[in-house]
């Protein structure tokens, strides 16, 4: 139940300066493995069950091929995610592919190289800088998650691959949240919890609602810029379920977010808690039997940054649970009609039972004709089960040209909490 993301010449005729040297928009690293291409390639496209290859990465989840979400562990116990898509692809020697999210187009190429008692893998990020503020933690990623492939693949522990010149500033982004969603986040700045709650009567019985509130097509209602959702558990906590949510941001780009059930009791409770965003955020949203039939009500507590002058005000954020819960009872008591399928997605609408049989609507336009509406020049696809995360570039870099954009939704404070970003998942 996730009810919770030109220049121009010089007209005076005047010399014209010298044009300004190219900068190199990149950042690599590479390492040399006791191991024949051959070898080290499976470690890369078809990792052993539970190693998600790439030091801190707790799963890899195939998307629509050939997209690629990976979700890594922070040292402070939270989560990064990215959205990645894989573009070139030939086996045993290269893998290139772009992040579909964040605030920069970063571009990874992977290779490896046979030499004499083994092989170079080597990688380089382009779109990126080497003076870029997200610079130092790229390389320490790439270096990273370079060591712990050569870990593996040489069957020697990780720790001994790690030190201060690939972890330092990966901590370091860690504490600065140079990584997420917003952004920076105003490092370790004090930070007070703000408690929203609302409630509505809904004319149906509670395991009615429930079952409207369980159906995959009423989180895309509830948030049309969710495009995706995938339950399932990562390495480092089996059993626990978590929600990997896909989201179309206003300006085009995408952002994945990760979110953990600590409770789901039918048809009464369940509480959601955000892992990914700069600060935490939880929502707690119960059935209870009311006069009408069920009473709804959403608990979330964000927490907002305090001090500097700061005014703490989260009436925005009320409304956006009134709006929410408004039509979550529109949907549960909805008159009941014949059903039709989503001719997108084929999902029957909330609380349709799988098995009932539903009206298919208008009938489907005529097949294309593949030899009219063929696009030259198209690249090959690309298989899309390379589920190791040392093929994907960083999550969320941001770019110093291409910041992100947060957008209409009410901030407070440079870097603070904002319902698009730190309740993005929600």
């Known amino acids: 139940m996730s009810l919770l993301r030109g220049l121009f010449g010089d007209r005076a005729g005047r010399r014209s300066e010298p044009a ?7 950042v690599g690293h590479r390492v040399f493995v006791e191991r024949a291409p051959q070898e080290v390639w499976p470690h890369l496209v078809a990792p052993g069950a539970g190693a998600e290859l790439g030091v801190d990465c707790v799963r890899v989840v195939p998307l629509q091929p050939p997209e690629l979400v990976a979700v890594w562990r922070r040292p402070n116990g939270r989560l990064w995610a990215g959205l990645s898509t894989l573009v070139d692809l030939e086996p045993g020697v290269r893998v290139v592919s772009r992040s579909q999210d964040g605030g920069a187009d970063l571009t990874l190429t992977t290779t490896l190289e046979p030499l004499d008692g083994g092989c170079v893998v080597a990688q380089q990020l382009s779109g990126l800088a080497p003076t870029d503020p997200g610079a130092d933690f790229a390389r320490a990623w790439l270096a990273r998650a370079l060591l712990g492939l050569k870990a593996d693949v040489e069957g020697i522990p990780r720790g001994r691959t790690r030190g201060p010149a690939s972890d330092g500033p990966a901590d ?6 140079l990584i997420g969603h917003g952004g920076t986040s105003g ?23 429930w079952e409207v509130l369980r159906q995959p097509s009423s989180e895309q209602l509830l948030k ?98 009134r709006a929410r819960l408004s039509v979550v009872k529109s949907l549960a008591e909805a008159p009941e009609v014949a059903p039709r399928r989503d001719p997108r997605t084929g999902f029957l609408p909330p609380g349709q039972p799988a098995n009932r049989v539903a009206d298919p609507g208008p009938a489907p336009d005529p097949a294309p004709d593949p030899a009219r509406d063929r696009v030259p020049d198209l690249p090959p696809p690309v298989p899309a089960a390379v589920p190791s995360s040392v093929l994907l570039p960083p999550p969320h870099v941001a770019a110093p040209a291409a910041g992100y954009d947060l957008g209409p939704w009410p901030t407070w404070g440079d870097g603070g909490f904002s319902t698009e970003t730190d309740l993005l998942w929600w």
């Open 224 to 321: 049309p810029s969710l495009q995706q959702v995938v339950r399932l558990d990562l390495a480092d906590e089996p059993g626990r379920e978590h929600v990997v949510a896909v989201h179309r941001r206003d300006d085009g780009r995408r952002a994945v977010s990760v979110s953990l059930v600590v409770e789901a009791t039918a048809p009464a409770r369940t509480v959601e808690r955000d892992l990914t965003s700069a600060h935490e955020a939880d929502v707690v949203t119960t059935i209870e039997p009311g006069e009408l039939g069920a009473r709804l009500t959403e608990t979330v507590t964000g927490w907002l940054p305090a001090g500097d002058g700061r005014v703490v005000d989260a009436s925005a954020l009320a409304g956006l649970i």
């Open 187 to 209: 490092g370790a700045r004090a930070v007070v919890p703000v408690h929203q709650t609302v409630s509505v009567d809904v004319g149906v019985p509670p395991e009615r609602l």
């Open 172 to 177: 370091d982004a860690a504490t600065d949240s």
């Open 20 to 26: 300004p040297a190219v900068v190199v928009r990149d």
